[in-house]
């Protein structure tokens, strides 16, 4: 296929209806934290009037995406560690693209980088990367990614990670995540009981999210077998949940462990435990600890740079170094003997909810992409060098 054929499947821009923005994204079938901050912006975007097309390999991700009145649709062709996209891959984008015909892209995770990127080059539709993760990318698809048009960290610990991949500067932004802390039930003892499974004579601890091995929640566990007359809630599903269950098991725990499952109530569990736990090796900007520091719930934290940045006005007893079990058993009993009531109380959670404002982080993410439609439309050599040249060999060629 030939560039210069590809003007039929330019984008349909803006009209008088507002953007057309295309959200792509890979990961579990769940809505946990770049998830929920993605469709966050879809609902968003259509209570502002413009139109949006949610591009995803989740089922629960597409149906909520739909459910907020978005048009959705499910790409084919896997992602692959191949430095090219291969030409099954770039044929299915650029499918969607000619039905879409939308004003941006949003691209919510790394692994469809490549091959919308060189798409969109080709067409002139501007892109936009929202770094969520800190890791480290393969080489092949950090290669790709300078290219798109503009590159957005959920946090400053996300963004200081991207200096060593030789990024420009004027195309790395900083937008905070954003919580919205949620009405709940007050604290009582029946819905303690109820929410969290958990004694209310007893405090509950709160672990949620993933279990996996990333977010370390194996070490919440060890730590509860070490402190008598506490319990542990854990909100979440994953590849380690059988493990997990194994080990409460080994070390008799099964009536002071509770596995709650998915949860779509994490506000109402946050206001009836007593402490949040985040023994996570790592993170980008954690949504969960950010919603527990909004309600001045107990923290403790492993030191890891994102919880650093949530809490940097927290008392330092609170984060401990991550995987050291000794350390975070300690931290729990100072953090229950003093409750934390004078360490962070309503005015820290009141920075915490001004700081990452849900409001705040639409109109930035708002600001941002009319801004992008409008250089876009004003200037037509706004892409890197060879770019075009590069998109036209990907479309040409046909990788084994």
Known sequence: MKLRRLAEY????????????????HGGDWIRGSEACLLTLVDSQIQRGNKCTVVANSPVLLAQAQAYGATVMQLKVSPSGEYLPSQAAIREVLSVLKNAKPSLVHLNSPEYVKRFVSCCIALNIPTIYHAHSIQPLSEHRWAWIPIVTRIVSCGVTAARSLDGHQLQGRRVATILNGIRVAPASPRS????????????DVPAILFAGSLIERKRPADAIRAVAGIPNVQLSIAGSGSEESSLRQLTDDLGLTNRVHFLGDRNDVPELLAQADMYLAPSGWEAL????????????PIVASDIGPHQELLHGYHSKNLYRVGDQQALTAAILVTLKS??????????????????????YIAEFDSTYHKMFKESTLSRSAVIPDASQLAALILRRNPS
């Open 339 to 360: 409750r934390l009531g004078a360490d962070f109380g309503s005015l820290e959670a009141s920075e915490v909810r001004e700081r990452y404002s849900i409001d705040r």
């Open 286 to 297: 954690p949504l969960g600890v950010a919603e527990a520091a909004g309600i001045g719930l």
């Open 189 to 200: 003892d029946d819905r303690k009981r109820e929410v969290l499974r958990a004694r209310p």
């Open 10 to 25: 330019a984008g349909g821009g803006s009209d008088e209806r507002g953007l057309h923005i295309l959200f792509v994204h």
